[in-house]
Antibody, heavy 116, light 110 residues
Framework: EVQLVDSGGGLVQPGGSLRLSCAAS????????MNWVRQAPGKGLEWVSY????????YYADSVKGRFTISRDNAKNSLYLQMNSLRAEDTAVYYC?????????WGQGTLVTVPS | QSALTQPASVSGSPGQSIAISCTGT?????????VSWYQQHPGKAPKLMIY???KRPSGVSDRFSGSKSGNTASLTISGLQAEDEADYYC??????????FGGGTKLTVL
């Protein structure tokens, strides 16, 4: 069974940093592209970032470019999102999501709160 | 990276059919057959309902179907059931190799 377990969320002050993690199991992690998708409270879904299976290619939404860094450790079956210079508008549930152009498997989400 | 345009809400009675539109541009919806649709119930993670414009993942009811014409994709739900009441989001791959979601549509089953 495919499982994605998101962790690392919490309360952080504006300008602060946080690192999210996603532990993957039930599939051969190194063979799959991964993404982060977020959802602000009461709002819609927003794609955040993509990383190729090898970890050599990354893409970011304009709203986080230059502040967030996606990475992965295929030996540890883990995906990461390093978030720096956090803003109130980054407050959201962050989901780890498997696959490239469509998202079949989702983590349970981890809440990041940045007070205004 | 402007969000795709969806109606804020749609409604229908049990047994009826409804369609949700998703309008993008020639750089996303119109450029690729990589439109997907997601259903989200309150407090839950989204669920993939349609991918590659019109394909259904295993386990998704055939009451759900997808199509595309030009820069607009559509999700059709036939034989509406109470459990279909949820938020629905479209998503497209873009010419910048990014993805973009629609703003979401709240489906109410009357």
């Amino acid at each position: 069974e495919v499982q994605l377990v998101d962790s690392g969320g919490g309360l952080v002050q504006p300008g602060g940093s946080l690192r999210l993690s996603c532990a993957a199991s039930g599939f051969t992690f190194k063979n799959y592209e991964m993404n982060w998708v977020r959802q602000a409270p009461g709002k819609g879904l927003e794609w955040v970032s993509y990383i190729s299976s090898s970890g050599t290619t990354m893409y970011y939404a304009d709203s986080v470019k230059g502040r967030f860094t996606i990475s992965r450790d295929n030996a540890k079956n883990s995906l990461y999102l390093q978030m720096n210079s956090l803003r109130a508008e980054d407050t959201a549930v962050y989901y780890c999501v498997r696959d490239g152009v469509f998202f079949l498997y989702w983590g349970q989400g981890t809440l990041v709160t940045v007070p205004s | 990276q402007s969000a795709l345009t969806q109606p804020a809400s749609v409604s229908g009675s049990p047994g009826q059919s409804i369609a949700i539109s998703c309008t993008g541009t020639s750089s996303d919806v119109g450029a690729y057959n990589y439109v997907s649709w997601y259903q989200q119930h309150p407090g839950k993670a989204p669920k993939l309902m349609i991918y590659d414009v019109s394909k259904r993942p295993s386990g998704v009811s055939d009451r759900f179907s997808g199509s595309k014409s030009g820069n607009t994709a559509s999700l059709t739900i036939s034989g509406l059931q109470a459990e279909d009441e949820a938020d629905y989001y479209c998503c497209s791959y873009t010419s910048s190799s990014t993805k973009v979601f629609g703003g979401g549509t709240k489906l109410t089953v009357l």
